[in-house]
């Protein structure tokens, strides 16, 4: 789909290199700048000889160079592969960029449509957009943290991470779809308007996702509270016990599905019990009937139940491990699951497929996460049309 | 950034709203298409008068007309509407559009270059493609919900919920992405090629954030497990507990950070502990380590302990609620927190703001979530040049 895109990445950790990622996956031309130590996350994580798993998959399709962005030479070399590229994205601390000599004015003198989108903690104005920011922090300060727990005065333990750095990961996707947005008004706009600026933050862009969290508190004075594995507003809705010690989520708040798994339950008392009648009423009285539920499945090993649910037609799913997911045959018929060939590794390594999925127009992980600077000679000699003996010079003075 | 873009939505619920709401924040005409019952957020959450205030934001910006998909002549009128259109985006079961009448055949017959978004559970093709699926369900396959935990065998407690329909919103950031990704694509390929499909699902979009979960279990057959507030792979980073009863969250994970932290701690003693020099020393006792800061985090008030951290540069926050949120200088500086003035109350709603900010475009909120059918006339006589009488004549048909 993006086949034609040029994009320069001056990026490291999660969000910008996800958000390029998406963009490589899509067929674009990423190029990604590196300082000769490497982005941080190629030591992140379980690593084979040295090598980091998931680097395998966060930098596939990308042309990954060096470059010592302090060497004045650097910076030229930046400007040259600017006026070749559609996008620069970066996620420095604000500001840093500019002090690089890579001001947007600089940027934009060399290429007047450059979208710059920039990812930071806080965005790129206010009082707080120097403060120090990690994926955590975006996904605290949107409102996410606080609401990932059990209800208050339950346990009283502490709130508890997503499992992922989910701050960071929305944040990419937010930015490609800013950086296709402005490429589309670029395309659609009049001769000399310029390319427009993208600044994603990742607070705001978890704040985005809080639903009626602002409304209700802005009107009503409520604080959303968190809820454990249930939902404020519908029951049965939860995570449930098995005997095989496994977690099953149910779904099963309508009326007519909560029937039909009191009939699998054999307890028509429920529906009779005013306690569960109306998705009100089980609601107010969602923990009594959670428990209800958990009796009920703690009896059955996981594949049994699974099974009568499915038999009965009700929402349901185990929490999927990474080993349940490698063997989805639905992951596996979209090509979701893919083995992709690795020579840092010498063998496949396994990763996500590429999202969304364009049928006319699939996306395709072309190679593996390079290593570091595998893609300098090839960047400078094909798009600028530097020597090799000048290339050989620049590595000779620490600039590549 | 987005004026001159028109977008039908066939939607429901959260993923295909929440796409169109990200598009008409940044400026497209997003029209809503609703049976004369509403779209069922429109009664989710916490109610003012009958009216959901999560409603207020979820349909902000868009046109709402009211359609009877099973009326013949309703269906011509989308088919009208969409040659007015660019996109289509819509989350019903899949197929369910094409037994409407709608297959990507009619709608292109009309629109050849439309770009189609699909958004579901599992996606349009498959063995598993028909399977009910909420959000809930997204998260657990995507592999999210297992790992969203205490450590196994801490508490042996359910995995929670995030708070919020993750799933939905990730996959409708998703579709955003792709509907402008295919739009691009349109406006620069060959006259004649036809509009790209976007086939959007709950579970993929979050497998895809999955960093080397999948790597990781492939290469090495290490099943990713939750870990509570804390990270895997760094420490100390967790959220730590005060004495008035509130989390704070401290990322103190590199030598140079903990360091600072030990001696705000008036602790020299932890730099010398063997157990805490090195990151590698401090992930294996991180549960050790942590203790250590909670109890001394647990000694001070929030307020005073954040004055402290930012004082020694350590980076850390509140686990905000959406009191926090709504008093947030930097959101409220960056506009990220707005009134906005909603008739149906009469009065502000608290919103969020436009993510991605687009500083020489910033997004605009017009109007906030409409009654049902509020748009019906101006669309129907504005886009199609039905006449008053014949809408009329559609309104005692049950068609609008």
């Known amino acids: 789909m993006l086949s ?7 990026g490291h950790f999660v969000a910008a290199p996800f958000c390029t990622r998406l963009l490589a996956d899509q067929g674009a031309d990423v190029i990604k700048i590196e300082p000769k130590t490497g982005d941080p996350v190629r030591q992140w994580g379980e690593m084979v000889d040295g ?3 998931w680097w395998s998959m966060h930098g596939r399709n990308k042309r990954c160079i060096t470059l010592n962005l302090k060497a004045d030479r650097a910076r030229q070399i930046v400007l040259d592969l600017v ?3 559609d996008v620069l994205v970066e996620n420095m601390r604000p500001g840093q960029l500019a002090k690089l000599g890579l001001s947007a004015v600089s940027l934009r003198a060399v290429k007047p449509d450059l979208v710059i989108c920039h990812i930071s903690g806080y965005g790129q104005t206010g009082p707080g957009r120097h403060r120090a920011a990690f994926g955590l922090i975006g996904e605290a300060v949107g409102g ?3 609401l990932t727990n059990h209800a208050p005065g339950e346990y009283d333990l502490p709130p508890v991470r997503v499992g992922v750095s989910i701050g960071d990961s929305v944040a990419g996707i937010y930015a490609a779809y800013g950086i296709m947005g402005a490429l589309w008004r670029r395309d659609r706009g009049e001769k000399g308007e310029g390319g427009l600026t993208v600044d994603v933050a990742l607070t705001e862009s978890v704040l985005s996702l809080m639903e009626g969290m602002l409304p209700e508190y802005g009107a009503l004075g409520k604080i959303k509270q968190p809820t454990g594995g249930a939902i404020a507003t519908a029951a049965p809705t939860n995570a449930y016990p098995t005997r095989d010690k496994l977690w099953i989520l149910i779904g099963a708040n309508s009326d007519g599905l909560f029937t039909a798994l009191a009939k699998l339950m054999a307890r028509p008392d429920l529906l009779e019990n005013p306690d569960y009648v109306g998705n009100a009423a089980r609601v107010r009285h969602a923990k009594a009937l959670d428990a209800d539920i958990a009796r009920w499945t703690a ?5 049994d139940l699974m099974a009568m649910l499915e038999e009965a037609d009700i929402p349901s799913c185990k929490a999927y491990t990474a080993a349940d997911c490698a063997a989805d045959e639905q992951y596996r018929v979209r090509e979701m699951i893919r083995e992709v060939p690795d020579p840092a590794f010498g063998m496949n390594v396994l990763q996500a497929g590429v999202v969304p999925h364009i049928p006319e127009s699939p996306g395709v992980i072309r190679w593996a996460g390079p290593d570091v600077g595998a893609h300098t000679d090839e960047v400078l000699s094909g798009v600028l049309a530097i020597s090799a003996a000048e290339i050989e010079a620049l590595r000779r003075e620490g600039v590549v």
Chains 1, 2 share one sequence.
């Open 83 to 85: 006026e070749h590229c």
């Open 299 to 303: 009896k059955f090993d996981s594949v």
């Open 144 to 146: 996410l943290r606080h």
């Open 4 to 10: 034609g895109l040029r994009v320069l990445e001056i």
């Open 51 to 53: 090598k980091s798993l």
